[in-house]
């Protein structure tokens, strides 16, 4: 799941650019909330925006592209899904899930923002379908498939601490599980 999360994001980071960039500010449905409520901030719709005023619609496109950290962010969570949580390391399943979380700060910063043009913080949550709320509601699920998958194979500890041996430990770990399961543990 946090793999699939990965994935989705650096498909968000190709794809609202490459859209702001060919049909300006007003490409997507929205800049942060919805185009509702972003039209309410600025006072005039993003689709009017690069008409009415070229400059602010650039402006908004290249604050969107100081976003490319997205990409940064997309492929170190994919990196770590793939060859750490894979393995087993358990500390990778919290940072993963710490990480994907870090965004509410900035949600609860933003919507405060729109809060004085009358958005409210349930307009913020549930704009782009629930987005926000979809986000949350897969961080836990994927996390708490994580930890009852590694609790189950046995492969963590049921700390943050497991890995931190290096990959060595765990490797001999996991040799001497699969040498065990095919009856070689005594050669």
Do not use: C
């Not at 592209?65 to 940064?72: F, L, R, V």
């Amino acid at each position: 799941m946090f793999l699939l999360y990965g994935v989705v994001n650096v498909f968000f980071a190709i794809y609202v650019p490459t859209t702001l960039h060919s049909k300006g500010a007003g490409g997507t449905d929205a800049l942060i909330v919805s185009a509702e409520a972003d039209s309410k901030v600025l006072g005039r719709t993003l689709t009017s925006l690069p008409q009415a005023d070229p400059g602010l619609s650039d402006f908004l496109v290249a604050i969107m592209d100081t976003m490319s950290m997205m990409m940064a962010f997309a492929i170190l969570q994919v990196a770590i899904a793939w060859f750490a949580l894979r393995r087993g390391h358990s500390w990778t399943l919290w940072v993963l899930a710490i990480a994907d979380l870090s965004f509410i700060s900035y949600f609860l910063a933003w919507s405060s923002i729109f809060s004085q043009y009358d958005v409210t913080l349930g307009d913020a949550l549930t704009s782009s379908g629930g987005l926000w709320i979809m986000v949350v509601v897969w961080v836990v699920i994927a996390t708490l498939a994580g930890w009852f998958g590694m609790r189950r194979s046995g492969m963590a500890s049921g700390g943050i601490g497991k890995g931190w041996a290096g990959p060595q430990a765990d490797g001999v770990q996991r040799q001497q599980r699969l040498l065990a399961a095919v009856g070689l543990s005594g050669r």
